[in-house]
């Protein structure tokens, strides 16, 4: 019996074939917008590593909110750059710190726009890292229990003041469960929480530094971040978050990382978040400035690839542009 003649293939499928049956595809809505907010008015100051990212007064923040939302980014990630700092962090969870001053005056003007909040210690502490400090016999360590009251405050502040989603990025064992008592025990159970349950000590992290001013003074934060080399240990760390009460879990950095994004989403029902970070964000610039790539055709590739890996929410420098060229 002879086999059938198969067809010749044509060079190319129709287009608006190509687009009707992609398997993987991007939405506006699956992007988050970071952005860094500085105290001051009238201040829009560039990000040297970052091309295109800037420091914001809360003013310039509302106007550049605004600019986001005329393109459909209804969701943003704020990380606070504080007036001083201290051993403490004191400015972290103060009732007129720069974060919580920022979510009201983004809650008053926009009622329809998300906004998540970095929970982190490393822009507010003196010595930069993401935890408090102690010294013990000549040494100095991180003390996960101390580091967990202040992460609880930080957090039911930034609910006080209307945030709809805290985001615990310190890496401190148990963050979750002590910032979900704080905020249940003060009547914000429907606060959610966006983990940063896989979030790797990187080399990727760099130009973020710049950008919120929270580079360690001495050490690494190794002894917290989590080991590149590991892949169960993020699974375990997914885990106890979600054990913990995380609503959103995410693996941080993304573009070194999508095995880990896939691991993840086959193991878990919540949504999984992933963080497209600044020294992604920055290699890609300086890659297309120097005409490597067209910028929307490999942004927008790395993109689909993340969600093609199982992420359902992209946190990404890219996404006032990614807005722009969906449209």
């Known amino acids: 019996m002879k086999s059938p003649k198969c067809r010749p293939r044509r060079l190319r499928i129709n287009r608006l074939i190509r687009e009707k049956f992609k398997e993987t595809k991007l939405s506006i809505s699956d992007f988050i917008m970071p952005y860094f907010v500085c105290e001051g008015r009238y201040i829009k100051r560039s990000v040297k590593s970052m091309p295109g990212v800037f420091q914001f007064s809360i003013d310039n923040l509302v106007k550049e909110v605004s600019a986001s939302l005329k393109l459909g980014i209804d969701a943003v990630i704020l990380f606070g750059i504080p007036d001083k700092k201290d051993k403490i962090a004191s400015r972290s969870y103060a009732s007129d710190g720069i974060i919580q001053k920022a979510v009201r005056a983004l809650k008053t003007e926009f009622k329809n726009l998300l906004v998540i909040t970095d929970v982190c210690l490393c822009g507010y502490t003196s010595h930069g890292h993401c935890g408090m400090v102690v010294k013990r016999n000549n040494k100095f360590y991180i003390d996960n229990d101390l580091s967990l009251e202040t992460l609880a405050k930080m957090a039911l502040s930034h609910a006080q003041a209307g945030a709809d989603i805290v985001a615990p990025s310190s890496m401190m064992d148990a963050q ?67 054990k913990e009460g995380a609503d959103i879990v995410m693996v941080k950095p993304a573009l070194a990382y999508q095995d880990i994004i896939y691991r993840v989403k086959e193991s878990i029902n919540l949504p999984l978040a992933v963080y497209n970070v600044s020294g992604e964000y920055s290699m890609i610039k300086e890659a297309c400035r120097k005409k490597l790539f067209e910028e929307d055709r490999i942004v927008m590739e790395i993109m689909t690839g993340f969600k093609r890996s199982g992420a359902d929410i992209i946190i990404s420098y890219f996404a006032k542009d990614i807005a722009r060229w969906l449209r």
């Open 176 to 242: 979750v469960k002590a910032i979900r008592n704080a905020l249940d025990k003060n009547g914000f159970m429907d606060i959610a929480i966006m983990a940063y349950s896989a979030k790797f000590a990187s080399g990727f992290y760099g130009p973020f530094r710049d950008a919120a001013l929270s580079s360690p003074k001495s050490g690494d934060r190794k002894s917290y971040q989590m080991d590149f080399s590991n892949s169960k240990e993020a699974l375990k760390e997914v885990m106890l978050d979600i």
